[in-house]
């Protein structure tokens, strides 16, 4: 399978303790972003990269998140000090930028579901 | 800015019954419109595109057409199936705005035998 993959599927641990997230986006694709979905409600929007440089982050995300992209392949999602309200899914999902201002649709992985107890 | 509005559901239907779920968008450029699929427990699977206006986009079953004159992106299907149940996702992404993507709350659909 050559799709967006996400590791780990779930993550729980507890208020306070850091996580990271991985990304493996579709091989040939050059932007990769960051999403986070809460229950009932469509997906939020938190960073992207064209390659490996973070090109625009949401205000949604705090300073006690942050994401890589070394070498414009896999990506990495950390959240310091968790809260309780951090609890989400966290989505990935990579595109095809081409010229003219044009992409392709995004590809989703399956997502990594954090629960912070 | 750029935003989709799509109707709240959840939306019951029985097996066979015609689907329609409205959206609608507001665009600072020129938009690409998608519909989303999303089964519990996972993540959003393209369901179908259109890329300009008048261009039906089609799946499955499913059809949406992009109107420009209304903002309007609506997704329907003839004959639900028990297996179309889950939430759908309108979403947009706008040229030249480095491209993100921006979503519908989603639309939850149940399909009853």
């Known amino acids: 399978d050559t799709g967006v993959s996400q590791d780990p599927r779930h993550k729980i641990t507890k208020r306070g303790q850091n996580v990271t997230f991985r990304c493996d986006p579709i091989?040939?694709?050059?932007?990769l972003y960051w999403y986070r979905q809460t229950l009932g409600q469509g997906p939020e929007f938190l960073t992207y990269?064209?390659?490996?440089?973070?090109?625009?982050k949401s205000r949604l995300l705090s300073d006690r998140f942050s994401a890589e992209r070394p070498k414009g392949s896999f990506s990495t999602l950390e959240i310091q000090r968790t809260e309780q309200g951090d609890s989400a899914m966290y989505l990935c999902?990579?595109?095809?930028?081409?010229?003219?201002?044009?992409?392709?649709?995004?590809?989703f992985g399956q997502g990594t579901r954090l629960t912070v107890v | 800015g750029d935003s989709v509005t799509q109707m709240e559901g959840p939306v019951t239907l029985s097996e066979e019954a015609f689907l329609t779920i409205n959206c609608t968008y507001t665009?600072?450029?020129?938009?690409?419109l998608f519909w989303y699929v999303q089964y519990p427990g996972e993540g959003l699977q393209l369901l179908l595109k259109a890329t300009k206006a008048d261009d039906k986009g089609s799946n499955k079953g499913f059809e949406a057409t992009y109107r420009k004159e209304t903002t309007s992106f609506h997704l329907e299907k003839g004959s639900v199936q028990v297996s179309d149940s889950a939430v759908y996702f309108c979403a947009l992404t706008v040229r030249g705005n480095f491209n993100k993507f921006y979503f519908g709350s989603g639309t939850k659909l149940n399909v009853k035998p």
């Open positions: 091989s040939e694709h050059n932007r």
């Open positions: 999902a990579s595109s095809l930028a081409l010229g003219l201002g044009m992409n392709t649709e995004a590809f």
């Open positions: 665009a600072t450029g020129y938009p690409s």
């Open positions: 990269f064209q390659n490996e440089a973070q090109l625009e």
